[in-house]
């Protein structure tokens, strides 16, 4: 398993619990917004100094009994053709699995979910169908993000939608993007920031404006009551 990144502890990467989390390289997806372009690009990745997985896997052999948990982000995870095994180890560990992904593996998803392998997924709803290439960068068919959702809302023991409100998504794209994940439980919306220190996929949205705090709280005041769970996350 390719593993670039390990936060040893976090208290906000899987809600009410205490996990490490790791990032893993390469992404199908080339979001001009993302603020992990060390993890997409290939030139970028190329620099990087992967960590070995026995060194993640002894860390939490030792960390047993304080941590809960360990959340896996990217990138996209989904991408890694022994995800499915790496999970399994940490799970023999006796910990929970959380995973971020872009929905763009359902059959990962269900794969995964037949081998009880995921505890939470964080699904990212980047826009609504008739926008999705446009927003992620690469040609995507909508239908494959739908079977995603739907495999998540139908298996997942617990989870969550999440949409990045970067430059040029509306408040009218972030209705149509509720309406298509109508029955879910949980909803976040997520401000755009730019980091200090990494910058974006795409330096041009370094200056770019996006929807300010004010007006996604308001968005979310009018979408809650179709969620159980949700809100806007700096």
């Known amino acids: 398993m390719r593993i670039a990144h390990i936060l040893p502890t976090t208290l906000i990467d899987y809600p009410r619990k205490v996990a490490a989390l790791i990032y893993t390289p390469s992404c199908n997806f080339r979001c001009p917004f993302c603020h992990n372009p060390e993890l997409v690009l290939p030139e970028r990745i190329a620099l990087l100094n992967p960590i070995p997985e026995d060194r993640v896997l002894a860390l939490l052999a030792e960390r047993k009994g304080f941590l809960d948990a360990l959340a896996i982000t990217g990138g996209e995870p989904t991408l890694h053709h022994d995800l499915s095994r790496f999970i399994g180890e940490v799970k023999r560990l006796g910990y929970l699995v959380k995973l971020d992904t872009n929905g763009s593996h359902p059959e990962v998803l269900a794969g995964l979910f037949d081998a009880g392998l995921l505890d939470y997924v964080a699904m990212d709803v980047k826009a609504p169908p008739a926008r999705y290439s446009e927003v992620v960068g690469v040609p995507i068919d909508p239908s494959v993000i739908e079977e995603s959702i739907r495999v998540i809302v139908d298996r997942a023991p617990d989870y969550e939608f999440r949409t990045t409100v970067a430059p040029g998504l509306t408040e009218d794209d972030i209705r149509a993007i509720a309406d298509w994940i109508e029955g879910a439980k949980r909803y976040t919306l997520q401000r ?33 009551g179709s969620f159980r769970d949700g809100g806007v996350r700096s």
């Open 192 to 224: 755009f920031t730019v980091p200090e220190d990494k910058g974006l996929v795409d330096p041009d949205f370094t200056d770019r404006t996006a929807l300010s705090a004010v007006e996604l709280q308001a968005i979310w005041s009018d979408l809650s």
